[in-house]
C-alpha cells in the first residue's frame, strides 16, 4: 500500500475523500462536495497541502468547492471535460490516461451512464479505485444522461478488475440499496449481507469501501445478465420505496 486515504462524511448523505502518496507527501482530494470540510479535514490531519482534486464528474455535489480550494491552496484540478459546465478544471482525464498522485499511478476509465463523462481513478497496484457516483455498495447511480446500455457496459469494465479491488464510493446509499436488494434476491448470504449493512448504519457507520468481490456477489447492478435486466432493475430501483 504506498497510500493513505482518509474518508469523512459531508452534505447530507456524501463522503469525502483525501489521499496520500506516502513516497512523496502529495495530497489529493477526490471530488469536492464541501471545500470546507475538506479544509478542515487536511488541517486536522496534519498533511499541510493539498495538490491535486481529482473531480470524477461534473454534478455540483462533486465539485462545487473547486473555486475555493484552487482559490486557497494553488491545487491542480484534473477531471473530465464535462467539469468545466460548472467548475474550473486545469487539465482533462480521458479514459486510458494516467494521472500521477505523487508516485501512485491512477488509472483512468471512462464510465458514461450517470453522467456522459463520467470516469473513476483506479491505482492497480494499491488494489483500489475511487468510483464516484457510477458504482455504490448494492448499487449503481442513476441514469441522468446516458442511457442503460452505456451504464451496463460501463459497469462491465470495473467487473474485469482484480475482484479483490477495494471500491470507495461517494455516497452512503446502502442501506436503501440493501433493501431493494432483498427485494430481488433472498438467498440466506444476501440476508445475512443486508443484515451486517443494517448493523453497521445502525452503529453509525460507514459502509464505504467495500470490495469488487462482494459486489460481484451481491449487487444486482453486477450480476445483471444483460443491458434488458439491467434497464429493468434500473427503473425498478427508481421506483422503489422500501
Same mark, same amino acid.
Given at each position: 500500500?504506498?497510500?493513505?486515504?482518509?474518508?469523512?462524511?459531508?452534505?447530507?448523505?456524501?463522503?469525502?475523500?483525501?489521499?496520500?502518496?506516502?513516497?512523496?507527501?502529495?495530497?489529493?482530494?477526490?471530488?469536492?462536495?464541501?471545500?470546507?470540510?475538506?479544509?478542515?479535514?487536511?488541517?486536522?490531519?496534519?498533511?499541510?497541502?493539498?495538490?491535486?482534486?481529482?473531480?470524477?464528474?461534473?454534478?455540483?455535489?462533486?465539485?462545487?468547492?473547486?473555486?475555493?480550494?484552487?482559490?486557497?491552496?494553488?491545487?491542480?484540478?484534473?477531471?473530465?471535460?464535462?467539469?468545466?459546465?460548472?467548475?474550473?478544471?486545469?487539465?482533462?482525464?480521458?479514459?486510458?490516461?494516467?494521472?500521477?498522485?505523487? %508516485?501512485? #499511478? !491512477?488509472?483512468?476509465?471512462? =464510465?458514461?451512464?450517470?453522467?456522459?463523462?463520467?470516469?473513476?481513478? $483506479? /491505482? +492497480?497496484? *494499491?488494489?483500489?479505485?475511487?468510483?464516484?457516483?457510477?458504482?455504490?455498495?448494492?448499487?449503481?447511480?442513476?441514469?441522468?444522461?446516458?442511457?442503460?446500455?452505456?451504464?451496463?457496459?460501463?459497469?462491465?469494465?470495473?467487473?474485469?478488475?482484480?475482484?479483490?479491488?477495494?471500491?470507495?464510493?461517494?455516497?452512503?446509499?446502502?442501506?436503501?440499496?440493501?433493501?431493494?436488494?432483498?427485494?430481488?434476491?433472498?438467498?440466506?448470504?444476501?440476508?445475512?449481507?443486508?443484515?451486517?449493512?443494517?448493523?453497521?448504519?445502525?452503529?453509525?457507520?460507514?459502509?464505504?469501501?467495500?470490495?469488487?468481490?462482494? %459486489?460481484? #456477489? !451481491?449487487?444486482?447492478?453486477? =450480476?445483471?445478465?444483460?443491458?434488458?435486466?439491467?434497464?429493468?432493475? $434500473? /427503473? +425498478?430501483? *427508481?421506483?422503489?420505496?422500501?
Amino acid at each position: 500500500m504506498t497510500l493513505d486515504v482518509h474518508l469523512f462524511p459531508c452534505r447530507s448523505d456524501n463522503y469525502g475523500f483525501l489521499i496520500r502518496d506516502r513516497a512523496t507527501g502529495v495530497v489529493a482530494t477526490v471530488d469536492t462536495p464541501d471545500a470546507e470540510r475538506i479544509l478542515q479535514e487536511l488541517d486536522g490531519l496534519g498533511w499541510g497541502r493539498l495538490d491535486l482534486i481529482l473531480n470524477t464528474h461534473w454534478h455540483p455535489d462533486h465539485t462545487e468547492g473547486n473555486a475555493r480550494l484552487k482559490a486557497e491552496t494553488g491545487c491542480e484540478i484534473v477531471g473530465p471535460e464535462e467539469v468545466r459546465r460548472v467548475a474550473p478544471l486545469d487539465r482533462v482525464a480521458a479514459d486510458g490516461e494516467v494521472v500521477q498522485v505523487g %508516485e501512485t #499511478r !491512477f488509472e483512468v476509465t471512462g =464510465t458514461p451512464g450517470h453522467t456522459l463523462g463520467h470516469v473513476v481513478y $483506479r /491505482a +492497480a497496484a *494499491d488494489d483500489l479505485a475511487f468510483v464516484g457516483d457510477t458504482l455504490f455498495a448494492l448499487g449503481c447511480g442513476r441514469l441522468f444522461e446516458g442511457t442503460a446500455q452505456q451504464m451496463f457496459d460501463s459497469l462491465q469494465r470495473l467487473k474485469a478488475w482484480p475482484a479483490q479491488t477495494v471500491l470507495w464510493c461517494a455516497h452512503e446509499y446502502t442501506a436503501s440499496n440493501a433493501r431493494f436488494t432483498l427485494s430481488l434476491d433472498d438467498r440466506p448470504e444476501t440476508r445475512a449481507h443486508a443484515q451486517a449493512v443494517f448493523a453497521v448504519r445502525e452503529r453509525g457507520e460507514p459502509t464505504v469501501p467495500t470490495r469488487l468481490d462482494v %459486489e460481484l #456477489r !451481491f449487487n444486482p447492478f453486477l =450480476t445483471a445478465t444483460d443491458a434488458d435486466q439491467f434497464a429493468a432493475r $434500473r /427503473a +425498478a430501483k *427508481d421506483g422503489f420505496s422500501g
